[in-house]
């Protein structure tokens, strides 16, 4: 039985992703509308901030971040 509407759409699309070598994954992040979201970011914010070796971290995530597709990080370079 051939699948048809939204289900046979969806079902072709990943079948070709996972042709394409890709597999579905899923992953939970903090919900940023939750109450308490932003003090506790403020609170993490303050305490990188005030650590002795902030810019030693700081130079660290430049290193290791893509801030967009013309960015590669260090770490992934090409030799």
Not at 50 to 61: G, K, N, R, T
């Amino acid at each position: 039985m051939a699948q048809t509407g939204v289900r046979g759409r969806v079902a072709a699309h990943r079948a070709e992703l996972r042709r394409r070598g890709l597999r579905p994954i899923q992953i939970w992040v903090p919900d940023t509308r939750s109450p308490g979201f932003a003090e506790e970011a403020r609170r993490q914010s303050r305490l990188v901030a005030a650590a002795e070796d902030f810019d030693d971290v700081m130079d660290f995530i430049e290193r290791v971040s893509v801030f967009d597709e013309d960015d590669v990080p260090v770490a992934n370079a090409p030799r």
